[in-house]
């Protein structure tokens, strides 16, 4: 997970230019079943793996003081996943990373349900913010199929 991001982080701080190309050359397609769409403990590690070792790129090349808020958004994108994401014994060995990141979490254009659920969990009320999260998740897979139906006409 994410080895593309910490490609792209090291291949942008040592390149000497960088190109714009129009052509679109990428072709993302939606697999529900995809290891990007399943979560389990080797996702979580992988994305904490990702964030930590950018950060530590960036301190090693002394630059990260630049790059402050990039790293405080790839924590809590991190963090909010593993909560959002992950099953309860994950959850719980995950829950005190990252804490600069917790305030960011409960700010003002996060949906309310995911606000509540998000503050369940962080307080050790699993089961209630589980299943918030599980008809939140219900409600995404809903609509991204839709989606995919619409794309097909």
Known sequence: MWEDLIFSVKVFYYAEKIFRVESELYHYRYNPISLTNTFGESRARDLKGA???IENFLNKQNISSFFQDDLLALKTRVKSDILFESKKDIKKKYISIYPEVDEILYNKKMPVLKKIALKLVLNGKFFIG?????????????????KNILMLY
């Open 51 to 53: 964030a930590d070792e």
């Open 130 to 146: 589980n299943f918030i999260l599980t008809l939140l998740k219900i409600r995404r897979n809903i609509i991204n199929k839709v």
